[in-house]
């Protein structure tokens, strides 16, 4: 057998005349305007990296107006107030916590920030956060409550330890904080959450106290959420 039909007959003979006929039929493709088809994203083009616009927020009923029961921050006469409803032990609601300050900040005498309870069945700190907090207000009125509200957050659930940085009477304090005095106030700020549409936490109402007209704003979102649905309402 002579040389050529031996290279014939040799597997890897095939194999490298087939290799060879691809590079070459790739390199003419390629002089004839051909190729590979990319990707829809060509290289050198535009991409869009703009965050999608949130849908506006959806709105709430039922919403119990702003009164001298509720704990009010900032100006209690304002024509947006933003109500939270919260739970001590929530970390979104400690996430979400600066956010409402920093809204505050923003919009002054125009927004205040109301906290309503809504602790959670399953955060074992929730419900005696939030009889503590009552009996903070009791002894020390609202600007305590506030007072309270950030130490819980902050530095968690060493109520007794809270009490005294505020200044109120421990004895006292512990003496409420103990008893369930406060707890059909607690429920009924729950349930009414509930009613408006509130189902997790922070539940958060922006409302216009002088249409009564409130949009619900779910969870802990970033501050241009609030701005975007406070703006809406004004």
Same mark, same amino acid.
């Given at each position: 057998?002579? !040389?050529?039909?031996?290279?014939?007959?040799?597997?890897?003979?095939?194999?490298?005349?087939?290799?060879?006929?691809?590079?070459?039929?790739?390199?003419?493709?390629?002089?004839?305007?051909?190729?590979?088809?990319?990707?829809?994203?060509?290289?050198?083009?535009?991409?869009?990296?703009?965050?999608?616009?949130?849908?506006?927020?959806?709105?709430?009923? !039922?919403?119990?107006?702003?009164?001298?029961?509720?704990?009010?921050?900032?100006?209690?006469?304002?024509?947006?107030?933003?109500?939270?409803?919260?739970?001590?032990?929530?970390?979104?609601?400690?996430?979400?916590?600066?956010?409402?300050?920093?809204?505050?900040?923003?919009?002054?005498?125009?927004?205040?920030?109301?906290?309503?309870?809504?602790?959670?069945?399953?955060?074992?700190?929730?419900?005696?956060?939030?009889?503590?907090?009552?009996?903070?207000?009791?002894?020390?009125?609202? !600007?305590?409550?506030?007072? /309270?509200?950030?130490?819980?957050?902050?530095?968690?659930?060493d109520f007794a330890a809270h009490a005294e940085t505020?200044?109120?009477?421990?004895?006292?304090?512990?003496?409420?904080?103990?008893?369930?005095?406060?707890? !059909? /106030?607690?429920?009924?700020?729950?349930?009414?959450?509930?009613?408006?549409?509130?189902?997790?936490?922070?539940?958060?109402?922006?409302?216009?106290?002088?249409?009564?007209?409130?949009?619900?704003?779910?969870?802990?979102?970033?501050?241009?959420?609030?701005?975007?649905?406070?703006?809406?309402?004004?």
């Amino acid at each position: 057998m002579d !040389d050529m039909n031996m290279q014939r007959n040799n597997p890897w003979f095939g194999l490298s005349m087939g290799l060879l006929g691809l590079i070459v039929g790739f390199a003419l493709a390629s002089a004839f305007g051909g190729g590979l088809a990319l990707p829809s994203r060509q290289l050198g083009q535009a991409v869009d990296d703009t965050v999608p616009t949130a849908p506006p927020a959806p709105p709430a009923e !039922d919403v119990p107006p702003v009164t001298d029961e509720d704990h009010v921050r900032g100006n209690r006469d304002a024509k947006i107030s933003v109500i939270e409803y919260s739970d001590f032990e929530c970390p979104f609601c400690q996430r979400h916590h600066p956010t409402m300050v920093q809204l505050l900040e923003e919009y002054g005498d125009d927004v205040n920030w109301v906290y309503r309870h809504f602790p959670l069945a399953f955060h074992a700190n929730a419900m005696p956060a939030a009889r503590a907090s009552e009996c903070i207000t009791e002894l020390g009125g609202n !600007d305590a409550f506030w007072q /309270f509200a950030d130490l819980t957050f902050e530095n968690g659930f060493d109520f007794a330890a809270h009490a005294e940085t505020i200044g109120v009477d421990k004895t006292t304090f512990e003496k409420c904080q103990q008893s369930d005095k406060y707890d !059909d /106030f607690i429920n009924a700020q729950m349930a009414a959450g509930s009613s408006a549409g509130v189902n997790g936490t922070p539940g958060n109402i922006v409302l216009n106290n002088e249409t009564g007209e409130a949009k619900i704003v779910s969870g802990a979102q970033p501050l241009s959420s609030f701005t975007a649905a406070i703006d809406a309402l004004r």
